[in-house]
Each structure stands twice: as structure tokens, then as C-alpha cells.
T-cell receptor, first 114, second 115 residues
Framework: DVKVTQSSRYLVKRTGEKVFLECVQD?????MFWYRQDPGLGLRLIYF???????EKGDIPEGYSVSREKKERFSLILESASTNQTSMYLC?????????????FGPGTRLTVL | AQSVTQLGSHVSVSEGALVLLRCNYS??????LFWYVQYPNQGLQLLLK??????LVKGINGFEAEFKKSETSFHLTKPSAHMSDAAEYFC?????????????FGRGTQLTVWP
């Protein structure tokens, strides 16, 4: 069974802390994605990566960075967490493009910044 | 460029009634189209996808969607709603030939099913 796992389901952090969200996939996918999900706004793409050490900004990259040192792992970093980053964070992966490749999603991390 | 519009952020139906969730897309190239479902406190799960060929696509849990190029639509239907269908539904588009595999999602439709 294919899987995308995220390091935490729930996380509570304080303003100003550095926060790491980890995502691991076991499908040997080239593409990996980080989204945040807020009520009424749907999924907004933060960053994505199509290869190790490669990254592309999505629609809302401000306040975030990412790291992809290994093919199976994609990390989202909040350099200095703020209350407006309280949200649900979803990771996804897909094979290299060109075809109708669906994205496979992890269960999400609900982050609260106090 | 691609984008998706989902008409109606909330839809309520009675158990046994028809479910219709609307999706219109915009794409500068022929699209691949997807419907995902998200149950409470879970990630997204693929319901169905349109690639090529038959424009009526059947998915899991009795859902289906029809690709209408002339209307740039990909509406999701189910003949008879069940309580377990209560969830949030997302429509997404992928431009054919896209090498980066980026999906463009709509804002989602929350489906409520009344007993």
C-alpha cells in the first residue's frame, strides 16, 4: 500500500519558534508538494520539489522554506513561527509529470502557533 | 495557465437524494481533471480522474463525473447520497504535458448529508 507519512498529526508551537514539518513517501516519486489548507481558501501551494535539492516556490512561499536532501523526504520549515501560520499542512507526492499523475496525500499536520 | 472554480462552498442534501457538486475549469492546454475527497481530519483521497477517451468517468463509492469540453465543466454526481458521503470535495486540473505535475485546486465544497 502506497504511503505518504507526516511526522506529526498535531503540533503546538510558540510564536518565534523554528518549526520543522517532515514528510516521507515510499513510492519513489520525483515530485513532492507542501500545501496549507484554511477554511474557505482550499489548498494553497507553498513549495514543491521535482528532484533532490531542487525546489520551486508555490503561491504562498513567504515565511516558509523547504529542504529535500533525499528523494523520499521533503521538509517544510517555518523559520520564525507566527500566529497567522496556524493551519493544516498537507504533504503530497506524485511521479514525474507528462501524464495524468495523481498526487498522493499524507494525513496532514494541524499546527497551532500560540 | 490553469484554474478551477467550484460553485457552492456548501451543499446540503437529504440521505437518498441526488448529489451534484459543480466544477468549472480553465486551461490553456487540454486538461486532466480530478476529484478528491477529504474526510474529517484526514488527507485527500482520489475519487476519480479524467484523462482521455470516455467523458463519463466512474469513481469510488458510486460517484461519477462528466467532462464537458464545450462547457469547461467536470461536475461530480452521485444518484443517492449516503451519510458516509459527508466530507469536503475538491476539484483539480492538471495541464496535459506538464512535467512538474502541479495540480490546481478549487476551494472545495463541503457536503452535508441530512438523515
Amino acid at each position: 500500500d502506497v504511503k505518504v507519512t507526516q511526522s506529526s498529526r498535531y503540533l503546538v508551537k510558540r510564536t518565534g519558534e523554528k518549526v520543522f514539518l517532515e514528510c516521507v513517501q515510499d513510492m519513489d516519486h520525483e515530485n513532492m508538494f507542501w500545501y496549507r489548507q484554511d477554511p474557505g481558501l482550499g489548498l494553497r501551494l507553498i513549495y514543491f520539489s521535482y528532484d533532490v535539492k531542487m525546489k520551486e516556490k508555490g503561491d504562498i512561499p513567504e515565511g516558509y522554506s523547504v529542504s529535500r536532501e533525499k528523494k523520499e523526504r521533503f521538509s517544510l520549515i517555518l523559520e520564525s513561527a507566527s500566529t497567522n501560520q496556524t493551519s493544516m499542512y498537507l504533504c503530497a507526492s506524485s511521479p514525474l509529470g507528462g501524464g495524468p499523475n495523481e498526487q498522493f496525500f499524507g494525513p496532514g499536520t494541524r499546527l497551532t502557533v500560540l | 495557465a490553469q484554474s478551477v472554480t467550484q460553485l457552492g462552498s456548501h451543499v446540503s442534501v437529504s440521505e437518498g437524494a441526488l448529489v451534484l457538486l459543480r466544477c468549472n475549469y480553465s486551461s490553456s492546454v487540454p486538461p486532466y481533471l480530478f476529484w478528491y475527497v477529504q474526510y474529517p481530519n484526514q488527507g485527500l483521497q482520489l475519487l476519480l480522474k479524467y484523462t482521455t477517451g470516455a467523458t463519463l468517468v466512474k469513481g469510488i463509492n458510486g460517484f461519477e463525473a462528466e467532462f464537458k469540453k464545450s462547457e469547461t465543466s467536470f461536475h461530480l454526481t452521485k444518484p443517492s447520497a449516503h451519510m458516509s458521503d459527508a466530507a469536503e470535495y475538491f476539484c483539480a486540473v492538471l495541464g496535459r504535458g506538464s512535467t512538474l505535475g502541479r495540480l490546481y485546486f478549487g476551494r472545495g465544497t463541503q457536503l452535508t448529508v441530512w438523515p
